[in-house]
């Protein structure tokens, strides 16, 4: 799961830089059905999540790719003893996201944000494919906590 969502994220951040050279479009509608939106909107996020932390010193980058690298690798660690095949997938879905922005890090100094959904004049905070694998990992793990049943002695 990590490695395909890694894949997925590098490519298409790829994809949004090289191919449709999105910071020269700045936005592009792809979906408007009734009240909801989903546009490819360029942004180079600088800080964690919801742009959090966005500091504009000069290692400010690298201390966040540390700090998400420090994070991969205690997932990975969680990874190797995982209890079931959900809680697994999740964590690899939460591992391949935070690789693929500590690698935008590395490369550009910010994170490569491109999806934007939005519903009734409300914006939800621009994002890409790791954000979403993040999330999603995260609730899943949240899920099987709060849902699954104490192991029989």
């Not at 009734?34 to 742009?51: I, K, Q």
């Not at 100094?109 to 999603?136: E, Q």
Request: charged share 15%; net charge neutral; proline share 3%.
């Amino acid at each position: 799961m990590a490695l395909l969502l890694l894949v997925a994220d590098q490519a298409s951040k790829w994809w949004v830089l090289h191919g449709l050279d999105l910071p020269a479009l700045r936005n592009l509608a792809l979906v408007q059905a009734g009240p909801f939106g989903l546009d490819l909107t360029m942004v180079w996020n600088r800080g964690v999540t919801f742009g959090l932390l966005s500091g504009e010193g000069p290692l400010n980058h690298v201390l966040l790719a540390l700090l998400a690298a420090g994070i991969a690798g205690f997932l990975l660690r969680w990874l190797v003893r995982a209890e079931t095949r959900m809680v697994a997938l999740a964590l690899g879905a939460v591992i391949g996201g935070a690789v693929g922005n500590v690698i935008d890090r590395l490369r550009f100094g910010a994170v490569v944000d491109f999806i934007r959904a939005h519903a009734w004049g409300w914006d939800w905070y621009v994002f890409n494919i790791a954000d979403a694998g993040i999330v999603c990992g995260v609730l899943a793990l949240l899920a099987d906590a709060v849902l699954r049943k104490p192991a029989q002695p």
